[in-house]
């Protein structure tokens, strides 16, 4: 299913991943055989360093963990620099070091919505951030709340408020006077006009609301040197339109491969794969990339391949933990 071209995968992350799969799913026990070979931090391959603009996806699956993949994690890699990171799910902060990013090189942070398998990595990689020599302000994004979920700067003030933060010994991220301050931006989950968030040199990012059952979520469009990354979260096919839009023509489309067809019981929280062919259809992205692979939707690959073939034909993959992909030689 994966579509070659100037696109490339780092082989052996790759194949590392599906063998961590495999002995996951196949040895449950904790014997000696059943141990994963995973990379060590240190001396890590760096995607990035495989072209001038990378998006990396750091973690490939969803909320469940015997998946055996990440939760939700994409960096985006210019001239082997880890510049945005959108999504923080669970093993981000693993997948994160073994990727080789440097926090001290991130331009700005990303959240698609608080779901926990896509913003419950933050803490763990916060604390990483308390060893990284950097001293520059790390911008947060993150969508509105509601009656359910918290605004992001709330859910950040949760995490990290001097007197009643759950980890209140690294406030000092909300005033910078002892640790890298976290500015917080928060984003209009309601918006159905894409507005611009962040806007520096070579680097913007734009965002808009999109339609996830009741959780507030929006859409991200990273675009690094040109190069255009569209990022649509966790979001049905309802009212995408404005989504859609705001990712016309992108050279990559990532979306989540969260439910297999015919699941139309999940169809409020999720596209389908048949809906995912519509949607990259409509913005013709360069490359699209199915992340959040869930067991039961890989479960029924080939079902998904046939339902998104059926209206998209351009080039497409399923991600797999820390695949990379070239989007600019
Ligand atoms: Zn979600």
């Given at each position: 299913m994966?579509s070659?071209?100037?696109w490339r995968?780092v082989?052996?992350?790759?194949?590392?991943t599906l063998?961590?799969?495999?002995?996951t799913h196949a040895l449950?026990s904790?014997d000696e055989?059943s141990?994963p070979?995973?990379p060590?931090?240190?001396g890590?391959p760096?995607?990035?360093?495989e072209?001038r603009?990378?998006?990396?996806?750091l973690g490939?699956?969803?909320?469940i963990a015997?998946d055996?993949?990440?939760?939700?994690?994409y960096?985006?890699w210019?001239e082997?620099?880890?510049?945005?990171l959108?999504?923080?799910?669970g093993?981000?902060?693993?997948?994160f070091?073994?990727s080789?990013a440097?926090?001290?090189?991130l331009?700005a942070?990303a959240?698609?919505h608080?779901?926990a398998?896509?913003?419950g990595?933050?803490?763990p990689?916060l604390k990483?951030g308390y060893?990284?020599?950097?001293?520059?302000p790390l911008?947060?994004f993150?969508p509105?709340?509601?009656?359910?979920?918290?605004?992001?700067d709330?859910?950040?003030k949760q995490l990290?408020d001097?007197e009643v933060?759950?980890?209140?010994y690294?406030?000092?991220?909300l005033?910078?006077?002892?640790l890298?301050?976290?500015?917080?931006t928060v984003?209009?989950?309601?918006?159905?006009t894409?507005?611009r968030i962040?806007?520096?040199g070579?680097l913007a990012?734009?965002a808009?609301?999109?339609?996830?059952?009741?959780?507030?979520?929006?859409g991200?469009?990273?675009?690094?040197?040109?190069?255009?990354?569209a990022?649509?979260?966790?979001?049905?096919?309802?009212d995408n339109?404005?989504?859609v839009?705001?990712?016309?023509?992108?050279?990559a489309?990532?979306?989540?491969?969260a439910?297999?067809?015919?699941?139309?019981?999940l169809?409020?929280?999720?596209?389908?794969?048949e809906q995912i062919?519509?949607t990259a259809a409509?913005?013709g992205?360069g490359?699209?990339v199915?992340?959040?692979n869930m067991r039961?939707a890989?479960d029924?690959r080939?079902?998904s391949e046939?339902?998104i073939?059926a209206?998209?034909?351009g080039p497409?993959?399923?991600?797999?933990?820390?695949s990379?992909?070239?989007?600019?030689?």
């Amino acid at each position: 299913m994966d579509s070659h071209g100037r696109w490339r995968h780092v082989h052996q992350a790759v194949l590392m991943t599906l063998a961590f799969g495999v002995l996951t799913h196949a040895l449950p026990s904790c014997d000696e055989a059943s141990m994963p070979q995973v990379p060590s931090g240190s001396g890590a391959p760096r995607c990035g360093l495989e072209g001038r603009v990378v998006l990396q996806v750091l973690g490939s699956g969803g909320p469940i963990a015997d998946d055996g993949r990440a939760s939700s994690s994409y960096l985006v890699w210019h001239e082997g620099r880890a510049r945005v990171l959108v999504d923080v799910g669970g093993g981000t902060f693993l997948r994160f070091g073994e990727s080789g990013a440097r926090l001290e090189d991130l331009d700005a942070v990303a959240i698609s919505h608080l779901h926990a398998d896509h913003a419950g990595g933050l803490p763990p990689l916060l604390k990483s951030g308390y060893f990284a020599p950097r001293r520059d302000p790390l911008p947060l994004f993150g969508p509105s709340g509601n009656e359910r979920f918290p605004a992001t700067d709330d859910f950040v003030k949760q995490l990290l408020d001097p007197e009643v933060g759950a980890f209140k010994y690294l406030s000092g991220y909300l005033d910078g006077s002892s640790l890298f301050p976290l500015p917080v931006t928060v984003v209009d989950a309601e918006a159905t006009t894409p507005s611009r968030i962040l806007d520096e040199g070579d680097l913007a990012i734009d965002a808009v609301g999109v339609h996830h059952g009741t959780i507030p979520a929006v859409g991200y469009l990273v675009t690094v040197a040109g190069v255009r990354i569209a990022f649509a979260g966790d979001q049905s096919a309802d009212d995408n339109a404005p989504f859609v839009a705001m990712a016309e023509g992108a050279d990559a489309l990532v979306m989540h491969h969260a439910i297999p067809e015919g699941a139309d019981q999940l169809a409020h929280l999720h596209a389908t794969p048949e809906q995912i062919g519509e949607t990259a259809a409509q913005a013709g992205p360069g490359l699209l990339v199915l992340g959040h692979n869930m067991r039961r939707a890989l479960d029924r690959r080939d079902a998904s391949e046939a339902a998104i073939r059926a209206s998209f034909d351009g080039p497409l993959t399923i991600a797999d933990d820390l695949s990379c992909y070239v989007l600019a030689p």
